[in-house]
């Protein structure tokens, strides 16, 4: 059994920036790829970027681009979601899940065995 713990949510304006964090009962996330998902009021959750925590390249949804990237803090066993140029439809719940996803179904929430509690992000005026 892994608990993970999400921080960092909170009201931005737009265009403003957030850092979440993710943070495993085991102390680093070994073997497993990380996720972040998100869902938003009335709509089913949905990817929006993930990475393995032993190394590769990084997947991110088209929404993210370009605005969220993912960094890996191996001294506190931390994965954090750098989310810049914040806009309203941004605004949902953000999940931390790990899983042993193969690379076709990194970006499925099906292929992820572990979750957080989430945190809530809003970006609004």
């Known amino acids: 059994q892994v608990q993970l713990v999400e921080s960092g949510g909170g009201l931005v304006q737009p265009g403003g920036s957030l850092r979440l964090s993710c943070t495993s009962s085991r102390g680093d996330f070994s073997s497993y790829a990380v996720g972040w998902f998100r869902q938003a009021l009335g709509r089913e959750r949905e990817f929006v970027a993930a990475?393995?925590?032993?190394?590769?390249?990084?997947y991110y949804a088209d929404s993210v681009k370009g605005r969220f990237s993912l960094s890996k803090d191996r001294v506190n066993g931390a994965m954090y979601l750098q989310m810049n140029n914040l806009k309203p439809e941004d605004t949902a719940i953000y999940y931390c899940?790990?899983?042993?996803?193969?690379?076709?179904?990194?970006?499925?929430?099906?292929?992820?065995?572990?979750w957080g509690q989430g945190t809530q992000v809003t970006v609004s005026s």
């Open positions: 990475t393995r925590w032993s190394g590769g390249n990084p």
């Open positions: 899940a790990v899983g042993r996803p193969i690379t076709s179904t990194i970006a499925t929430s099906g292929a992820y065995y572990y």
